[in-house]
Every structure is written in structure tokens, then in C-alpha cells.
């Protein structure tokens, strides 16, 4: 979908702030997997107009998220034309790999993992093919087109020879997997996952919760019910069960209205996963990490909400009569998809002003320390 002339006009010379083009630490990659994943992630040339990466979507110095004035405006991310865009928030690249192989899990009665916010990528490596061939991101016409722009740098080939066998290039979609896989021993790196926040240093004893932010902690294991989902425990928590959850999240009609897709359209998450099939599942998304959060906005699979208290007072409040969503003024709207919402671990918790203002300090202490500075 296209944006209208008069929002296409307005963004045209904002669409490459923040597009991530920097160079790997190495040119010479020789058999390191990492450094050639590095530079192969923000590779600009790799879609095509030649105008966008992985980093421009998922920024390293902006704790993975894109900060271009679009998606911060809107919700979602511009596409390689300047034009096209998303119709969902684009997913944290950090920690992800943690995130297990989609699967269900007979035990629990429930699907869990996967890449996507809908978990339709089984792993990272699956997930990294994706995006070169997405109309609305970097709109490359096949994977042979994207192989072929890989084999404009010299470098490049000579460390895909080294690594997967001198006969890579001889099948094409050998020489895909073999990118994505590049691209995944990168995002595996702990660069994405450093965990160097408070939390962390307060765990090993290096740093102190303040009253508040400890008040906040007992919250989200107690009354607030966040652990439910979000489980807190062990010294390397991802704070996600990897689970996937209606939570009843409305309409973003900015987003709607700026790609077209109007708000007859309806997202059914998880249900869209051709590998499920069960209709209670409508509406569902993938449990993301909450490390991070609070420098991760906007917020919400469609980027409806903006402010990290704003997420806050919805799970509190989203199912009591004449809550105002404070970024509106107006009362909650119903969720996208409403039949299938989660009504027994959110929507009326009964938090006060200042528990909710408790919990939003707890979660600034999940921010890593290199990005600390982004914190509102």
C-alpha cells in the first residue's frame, strides 16, 4: 500500500535519517561469521533502491528500533520506496535469539517462539530471509536479485567461498540460507544481548533498586500480574514466556489510514500463521521481551500507543468503565479483535496512579546500560 500524496510529499526527506549504512568493524572477513553478518546487516545495497537494511529498521545505537520520524509518528516503518509501509511495529531484534523455534507445546496446549510477531519464521536464520523480499520493506523482486547484489562485492564473495564451499554461488537458494544464516550468527552475537541493565548489576549485588523501582518490582511479580507472561526469574530472564496473547489492543487508525489498508481490515496475528489453524487464536501476538521497553516505543504490535505509562494504564484499565486512554482523552477502544481478548491477567487490576508510576520505574531498570541516555 501507497501513502497518500500529501503524507509522501511530507516524509520524502526524512526516509534516510537513521538508515544504519555504517561498515563493519572489519572489511576483511575471512571466516568470521559475525563481522560478515555485521557488515551484510547494514548493507544498504542489499534492497532495491539501494536505500535500506536491517539497521534501518532495527538501529544498534537505538536499541534495535527504528527511529526515523515514521514510525515514530505512525507505528510502523517506511519501506525502500519512501513510500510503502507496514501495517505493524516492527519486532525488538534484540535478545532475539532466545526466542525458541516456533512449535506447540503439547504440555502447556499452547504455540510458542518463533521470529515475526506471529511467529511464522520457525528461527532467526528463516527470519532474516524475509525482509529482502517484502514488498513494503526492502522490496527486492526475488532471492536471485539479492544473491546477485551480494555478488557485486567482491569481499563478500570471497568470505561466502570461505565459509559455505567454493560452489556456494552454484545454487542460489543455498547462497540465500547461506545470508540469512550470516545475518543470524550476527544478530546471536552479544551485541544484541548484553544484559548490562540495572536489573542485571542488582541481581549480581553491583547496583541498588531505589524504593521505588523495588515497589515496582514486587508489582509485577504480585498485584500487576505482569510475571504471568513476563517472567522475571533466573539471572538471564527474558522477561517473555515466548507465548502468544490477545490483549485487546485497538485500532491504530493513523497507521490504517496512512497505508491504506482502512479500518475494515482486521489483523489476526497469530490466527495468520499458516501453521495454526484454530480460530480462538484470532488476534493473538507473540509475548515480546520487556528488556529494553522503555526505550522501545511505540508500543503494542501496531504501534498504537506511544508512552511506556500509557501501556501501563491500559493493562490496568482497559476493561473499567470510563478509563480514558491518556493519549487521546478519549475512552479505551475496543480491541482490534475483541472476542478472544485476555480478560484474566489484564484490564482491570486495580493499580493506583502511583503503583502504575511504580511499575514504568521498575521497567526503566530492564534498560541496558549503553542505552540508558534514550530513556524519557
Known amino acids: 500500500m501507497k501513502f497518500n500524496t500529501l503524507l509522501a510529499t511530507t516524509l520524502t526527506g526524512l526516509i534516510f535519517t537513521g538508515c544504519g549504512g555504517g561498515s563493519s568493524s572489519s572489511e576483511n572477513f575471512g571466516r568470521n561469521q559475525i563481522a560478515l553478518g555485521e557488515k551484510l546487516y547494514h548493507d544498504t545495497n542489499l534492497s532495491n533502491n539501494r536505500t535500506m537494511s536491517c539497521a534501518t529498521c532495527h538501529v544498534i545505537e537505538n536499541a534495535f528500533v527504528d527511529p526515523r520520524p515514521t514510525n515514530l509518528s505512525l507505528g510502523a516503518s517506511l519501506g525502500d520506496d519512501g513510500l510503502s509501509i507496514g501495517d505493524r511495529n516492527a519486532p525488538i531484534a534484540a535478545y532475539a535469539k532466545f526466542i525458541p523455534r516456533f512449535h506447540f507445546d503439547t504440555h502447556e496446549g499452547l504455540y510458542i517462539g518463533g521470529q515475526f510477531l506471529d511467529g511464522r519464521a520457525l528461527d532467526l536464520t528463516e527470519q532474516a530471509k524475509g525482509p529482502f523480499l517484502n514488498p513494503v520493506e526492502m522490496n527486492m523482486p526475488d532471492a536471485a536479485s539479492v544473491i546477485a547484489r551480494v555478488q557485486e562485492n567482491a569481499e563478500y564473495v570471497q568470505a561466502f567461498k570461505a565459509i559455505y564451499g567454493d560452489d556456494i554461488f552454484n545454487n542460489t537458494q543455498k547462497a540465500y540460507e547461506a545470508l540469512a544464516d550470516t545475518i543470524a550468527k550476527f544478530e546471536k552475537s552479544n551485541t544484541f544481548s548484553p544484559f548490562s541493565s540495572k536489573y542485571d548489576k542488582a541481581l549480581k549485588g553491583d547496583a541498588i533498586l531505589t524504593e521505588q523501582e523495588t515497589r515496582g518490582l514486587a508489582l509485577f511479580n504480585g498485584k500487576a500480574e505482569c510475571a504471568a507472561c513476563h517472567p ?145
Open 232 to 376: 522475571s526469574d533466573g539471572t538471564h530472564a527474558q522477561f517473555t514466556d515466548f507465548s502468544y496473547d490477545n490483549l485487546g489492543v485497538p485500532v491504530n487508525h493513523a497507521l490504517r489510514d496512512a497505508n491504506g489498508k482502512g479500518d475494515t481490515f482486521v489483523d489476526n496475528g497469530l490466527y495468520n500463521n499458516p501453521h495454526v489453524n484454530d480460530a480462538g487464536l484470532k488476534g493473538a501476538f507473540r509475548v515480546s521481551t520487556l528488556r529494553n521497553i522503555a526505550v522501545t516505543g511505540p508500543y503494542m504490535h501496531n504501534g498504537v500507543f506511544k508512552d511506556l505509562a500509557t501501556v501501563v494504564h491500559f493493562y490496568n484499565t482497559r476493561d473499567v468503565p470510563g478509563a480514558v486512554n491518556p493519549e487521546t482523552g478519549e475512552v479505551w477502544e475496543k480491541g482490534e479483535v475483541d472476542i478472544n481478548k485476555n480478560t484474566a491477567e489484564l484490564g482491570n487490576l486495580g493499580l493506583t496512579a502511583e503503583e502504575e508510576a511504580d511499575l514504568v520505574a521498575f521497567l526503566k531498570t530492564l534498560t541496558d546500560e549503553q542505552y540508558e541516555h534514550l530513556i524519557p
